[in-house]
C-alpha cells in the first residue's frame, strides 16, 4: 500500500518541521506545567508519605497538613489502647521564626516528635544522628532553607522563636507545598518554643499498626474513641493534603487554564498547518476522488498525518521536558514527569492532532473531483 | 456497447438564471474505439465528460456502462463505478508530486482495491508499456512534460478499466511530443481493446480517432 499521507507530509519539509516543532512546544510546555504542579502537590504530601505511619489523627476539619490545630496531646493515650495500633505518638507541626544572621526573621515549618527515628522520618539525613535531638536545644534543617536563609552549616546556631537553637543535623527533599524550608526538632523543646498555648497540646496523632492489623477497623475505633477529631488513613490524609491545594485555591484552576492553553497553542498550530498543507493539495484530493477513491480515504490520509505529527512532535517535546528536569532542580523545583503523565499527554496529543485534522476534514467533504478537469 | 450515454441534460443555476449546459447528448462507446469529442470552449465537452466518467450527475438522461446503469443520486455508488470501469487523463497530468511514477500507479490501484505485490507489478506492466522502464521511480518534478503525461496514461490503463477518458491529453505538450503520446494511447487502447474518449482542441487527435464527433452549445452536430 503506498503511504501518500506519509509521503505527502515528509515531501514539504519545512511544513513538517513547523508542524512538528509547534507540537513540541505544546508537548514540552504541558509537560513543564503538570510536571512542576505534579513536584509542588508531592511536596504537599511529601512527609505524609514519608512518615511511617498507618493511620493520621487530626483536629476537627484541618484542611492539610500545614494548616495545623491544636487539641489535647492526651488523646494519644486513647489511640494507643485500640486494638491493633502498634504504637501512636504525638506529632506537632507548625510555623516558627527563624532568625537569619542578617538579621531579616523567616517562617521555618518546624515538625516535633519524641522520638523521630521510629518513625523513619525524616527519611533523608545527610549529616547528624536523630537520637540527639532528645538531648537539648537542637535542630535538624533542610538543605533546601539555604537558598531562602542562605548558606548555613552543621554547628552553627539559629535564633528561632528568639531561642538559640543549634543546627545538628541536615536533611535533603523535606519541602513544603509553601515552599517554607522545614525544621525538625524534639516535641518537648517545640512545646516550649510555642509558649503556654501550646502546654499539654498536640496538632497530631500518628498511628502505626500491628502487622496484619485491620486498618479500617482500627480508623473506626480510633474516631469512635475520639468524636471530637478526624481520623485519616496516610493515602486518604496525603490526598486530602494535595487536594486542598487544587480545589480549595486558584493553583488548580491556573494550572488547568494553562494546560489548556498549551494545548490550544498547539491544535491551532497544527490545525493552521494541516489546513493550509489540505488546501494546497486540494487538486491531488480531487484526483483521489476523481480516480474513485471516497471522502473516507482522504480524512485516512489527513488522519494519518496528524497521527505522525503527533508522534514525531510528542518525541521531540518529552526531551527538553526531560532536560529541564535537572536545569529546575537547580533552582529548586521538582519536575515530575511520571510514566503515567507521559502517557496521558501521548494520548493527548494525538487527539489534539486529530481535533486538529477534523477542520481540514470539513473542507475535504465539499471537495469536487470535477476541479480536476480545471486548469 | 461499452458506453451508452442516452439524452443527457444538464443545467446550472447562476443566479436567478438557469444555464443549459448539455441538451439532450446522446452517444455511444465500443471496446477498443476511439472517439474525439471536438468543441469550442463552453461547449459542454468538459460537462459531458464528467457525466460520463461519474464525476457529475445530469440532470437527465442515462448513462449505462457495460450494462449497468449508473445511479447517479449516490455517491458512493459513483465512487464505485470511476473505480470499476474508468481510467482519467487530465490536461495537467495530475500526479501526485511526492509519489515516484510507479508510487503514483501503484496508489491509484490501491484505490481500485488492487494491493502489495499485484499492484507493483501491474504498475511496472503499464509504465514499461508506455516506455517508462527506466523512470519507475523518478518523481514528477525529475519527469518532462511528455514524460509525465505518459505516466497519466499509464495510471489510466492500469486495472483494466474498460473506459477511457482523456481531458486535453496533448494540451499542455508540444505537437511532436503530444503526437508520440496519442500515437501510443491509440496503441494500446486498441492492443487492450479499450475505449477511449478524448475531449479536445487539438487537431492532431483526429487522426488517431475513428469517430470524430463535434459539440456546439450543448448539443451533438
Redesign the interface.
Known amino acids: ?2 503511504d ?1 499521507a506519509r ?2 507530509l ?2 514539504d519539509k519545512l511544513r513538517f518541521v513547523i508542524t512538528v516543532s509547534g507540537v513540541a512546544f505544546a508537548v514540552t510546555l504541558i509537560f513543564v506545567q503538570i510536571g512542576l504542579f505534579g513536584g509542588l502537590l508531592d511536596n504537599a504530601s511529601v512527609t505524609i508519605d514519608h512518615l511511617d505511619a498507618d493511620i493520621w489523627v487530626t483536629s476537627s476539619k484541618t484542611p492539610n497538613i500545614d494548616f495545623a490545630h491544636l487539641f489535647p496531646e492526651t488523646s494519644v493515650q486513647r489511640v494507643r489502647s485500640v486494638p491493633g495500633v502498634a504504637r501512636a505518638d504525638n506529632l506537632i507541626v507548625s510555623f516558627m521564626f527563624i532568625s537569619l544572621p542578617n538579621g531579616a526573621r523567616e517562617n521555618i515549618e518546624v515538625y516535633a516528635l519524641e522520638d523521630f527515628s521510629r518513625w523513619h522520618f525524616p527519611w533523608n539525613v545527610v549529616q547528624g544522628n536523630l537520637d540527639d535531638l532528645r538531648r537539648g536545644r537542637y535542630f535538624f534543617l533542610d538543605e533546601s532553607a539555604a537558598r531562602r536563609f542562605g548558606p548555613f552549616a552543621v554547628g552553627e546556631y539559629r535564633e528561632v522563636l528568639d531561642y538559640r537553637l543549634k543546627i545538628i543535623g541536615t536533611t535533603r527533599e523535606a519541602l513544603s507545598f509553601t515552599t517554607t524550608p522545614i525544621g525538625f526538632m524534639d516535641y518537648r523543646i517545640a512545646q516550649t518554643l510555642l509558649g503556654r498555648e501550646w502546654v499539654g497540646r498536640t496538632t497530631y496523632i500518628v498511628a502505626k499498626l500491628a502487622p496484619g492489623a485491620d486498618v479500617a477497623a482500627a480508623k473506626a475505633e480510633i474516631q469512635r474513641r475520639l468524636p471530637h477529631n478526624d481520623v485519616y488513613t496516610t493515602a486518604e490524609w496525603s490526598r486530602q493534603s494535595r487536594s486542598y491545594w487544587v480545589e480549595s485555591t486558584g493553583i488548580g484552576f491556573n494550572m488547568f487554564m494553562t494546560v489548556l492553553l498549551g494545548g490550544l497553542v498547539g491544535i491551532v498550530i497544527v490545525a493552521q498547518t494541516l489546513y493550509t498543507s489540505t488546501m494546497e493539495h486540494i ?2 484530493f ?9 471522502n473516507a ?1 482522504i480524512y485516512k490520509i489527513l488522519a494519518e498525518q496528524a497521527v505522525i505529527s503527533a508522534v514525531v512532535g510528542y518525541a521531540l517535546g518529552l526531551i527538553p521536558a526531560f532536560a529541564l528536569v535537572p536545569a529546575m532542580a537547580k533552582g529548586g523545583l521538582k519536575l515530575v514527569i511520571t510514566p503515567e503523565l507521559m502517557l496521558v499527554v501521548f494520548v493527548g496529543t494525538v487527539a489534539m492532532c486529530l481535533l486538529a485534522a477534523m477542520v481540514s476534514f470539513r473542507k475535504v467533504a465539499t471537495i469536487d ?2 476541479l ?2 480545471r ?1 | 456497447m461499452l458506453l451508452e450515454a442516452t439524452d443527457i441534460h444538464k443545467t446550472f443555476q447562476e443566479g436567478r438564471e438557469t444555464v443549459h449546459v448539455l441538451n439532450g447528448v446522446t452517444l455511444s462507446l465500443a471496446r477498443g474505439e476511439i472517439v474525439s469529442l471536438e468543441g469550442p470552449s463552453g461547449s459542454g465537452k468538459t460537462t459531458l465528460l464528467s457525466i460520463i466518467g461519474c464525476i457529475l450527475t445530469p440532470t437527465s438522461g442515462r448513462v449505462v456502462i457495460e450494462q449497468h446503469g449508473v445511479n447517479a443520486q449516490h455517491q458512493g455508488e459513483l465512487a464505485r463505478v470511476r473505480r470499476q470501469y474508468i481510467g482519467f487523463v487530465f490536461q495537467q497530468f495530475n500526479l501526485f508530486p511526492a509519489l515516484t511514477a510507479l508510487e503514483n500507479i501503484e496508489y491509484a490501484l490501491n484505490i481500485k482495491g488492487v494491493k502489495g505485490v499485484a499492484a507493483q507489478r501491474e504498475a511496472e506492466r503499464v509504465l514499461v508499456a508506455v516506455g517508462l522502464a527506466e523512470r519507475l521511480h523518478f518523481l514528477p518534478r525529475d519527469l518532462s512534460g511528455g514524460q509525465k503525461q505518459r505516466v497519466a496514461v499509464a495510471r489510466a490503463l492500469a486495472g483494466n478499466s474498460p473506459l477511457i477518458l482523456a481531458d486535453e491529453p496533448t494540451a499542455n505538450l508540444d505537437s511532436v511530443t503530444g503526437g508520440q503520446v496519442l500515437e501510443m494511447f491509440r496503441a494500446l487502447a486498441k492492443q487492450e481493446n479499450r475505449g477511449l474518449l478524448i475531449v479536445t482542441h487539438d487537431p492532431k487527435v483526429r487522426a488517431v480517432a475513428d469517430r470524430v464527433l463535434k459539440i456546439e452549445d450543448g448539443r451533438l452536430i
Open positions: 500500500m503506498v501518500l509521503k505527502n515528509l515531501h487538486k491531488e480531487g484526483t483521489v476522488k476523481a480516480i474513485g477513491g471516497s480515504d473531483p470535477a480536476v478537469f486548469g
